[in-house]
């Protein structure tokens, strides 16, 4: 029971809101933990085991946080940029949830609303922490990076238990 309280309340939207600060690297990572048959995904989600589906979300996700790094990534609260983050937030937690046996709606509600609120927060947090830090936005991304991809690692550590 605990474990399915820490993934509903924590995970997923975890998940999501990671989604909403590095739009590739959850699902990214959720590709590599399906397709290492850690998480059973679903019939419909089977495409997310495929090696070339992991190799192409690994790909995107390092490729953006390289046009991170050279101030070449769109804002990403920005309605276009933003309206992809919510759509992973919601396919990730979609499969997520299903992957778990339980309804995908609750999932993709979890996972919009981490996504919104990651998007949100991870962009105004960047500007605070460059402006009164003083440094150069490239510092903060590389601790988003890592925290990004850590949190992901986690979370799916969390999901298939």
Known sequence: MTL????????????????????MTPMAVLCWFA?????????????????PVVI???????????ADKYGRSP???RPSVLLIRVFLGGLLGAIVATALDA????????????????????????????RRLGCKVWHVTVGEDIFAISCAILCMGIITG
């Open 35 to 51: 397709w290492l048959g850690l998480l059973p995904v679903d019939p419909w989600a089977s495409w997310s085991a495929r090696l």
């Open 103 to 130: 309804p995908g709606i609750e999932g993709v509600i979890l996972g919009v609303l981490g996504s919104l609120v990651g998007a949100f927060t991870a962009y105004q947090l960047r500007h605070q922490l460059t």
């Open 4 to 23: 399915e309280v820490l993934t509903w309340l924590i995970a997923i939207p975890l998940l999501g809101f990671i989604t909403g600060m590095r739009t």
């Open 56 to 66: 192409a979300f690994t790909l995107l996700a390092a490729l953006e946080y390289l």
């Open 75 to 77: 804002r990403p609260t």
